[in-house]
């Protein structure tokens, strides 16, 4: 069974610039999460996805970010624009089941510098 | 407040010791219990879960981990470690009705041969 997969791998920007990270779930996973993981932490939640809708956007600052999973598979998530803060790795995930609630499957993560 | 706290932030062992991380969790509500661990360059794997049933639950590479309902812990043990379980550790909890996961923010374990 292919991973979550996630690109890129690595990105460096400027700050106030522009970023995009793409996701795609396992095959037939129902929910999507972006997680925000800034070193030496654990990772936190941004965004839930239960198809392509939005279950939880709670934590999500949505002055500067945006995600979106259209059809209920992709996912993009974007930053616009960056500040130094938000240098981390963001971690795709996905789960089989509605709501959750069991195993999560994550993605290798895209790490962050913004310089 | 929701909240996952991991008591040990580095440790560091000889080879064949035990190990045991310690896991506190503050959630309102019926919980799920995990252990994640990330290996050098690589992403981050279920290592064991706790649902319902057994407080005892044992997962990959002869971990184990016991939930103290009574103490709202879920630690993690390993008779006897290895080189290869270097990997940062990590602690989360997640409601039953809610895919949201809440995690500690780790545990760096360095095992010396």
């Known amino acids: 069974e292919a991973g979550v997969a996630q690109s890129p791998r690595y990105k460096i920007i400027e700050k106030r610039q522009s970023v995009a990270f793409w996701c795609n779930p396992i095959?037939?996973?129902?929910?999507l999460y972006w997680y925000q993981q800034i070193l030496g932490q654990g990772p936190k939640l941004l965004i839930q996805?239960?198809?392509?809708?939005?279950?939880?956007d709670s934590q999500l600052p949505k002055d500067r970010f945006s995600a979106e999973r259209l059809k209920g598979v992709d996912s993009t998530l974007k930053i616009q624009p960056a500040k130094l803060e938000d240098s981390a790795v963001y971690l795709c995930?996905?789960?089989?089941?509605?709501?959750?609630?069991?195993?999560?499957?994550f993605g290798q993560g895209t790490r962050l510098t913004v310089v | 407040a929701q909240s996952v706290s991991q008591h040990n932030h580095h440790v560091i062992l000889s080879e064949a010791a035990s190990l045991e991380l310690g896991c506190n969790y503050s959630?309102?509500?019926?919980?799920?219990l995990f252990w994640y661990v990330q290996y050098p360059g690589q992403h981050l794997q279920l290592l064991l879960k706790?649902?319902?049933?057994?407080?005892l639950v044992k997962g990959i590479k002869g971990f184990e981990a016991e939930f103290i309902k009574s103490k709202f812990s879920f630690n993690l043990r390993k008779p006897s470690v290895q080189w290869s379980d270097t990997a940062e550790y990590f602690c989360?909890?997640?409601?039953?009705?809610?895919?949201?996961?809440?995690f500690g923010q780790g545990t760096t374990l360095q095992v010396k041969p």
């Open positions: 706790y649902f319902s049933g057994d407080p």
């Open positions: 095959s037939g996973h129902a929910t």
């Open positions: 996805f239960q198809n392509n809708g939005v279950v939880d």
């Open positions: 989360a909890v997640g409601g039953r009705n809610t895919g949201k996961l809440i």
């Open positions: 959630y309102g509500g019926t919980v799920n």
């Open positions: 995930a996905s789960s089989p089941h509605p709501m959750g609630g069991t195993e999560v499957f």
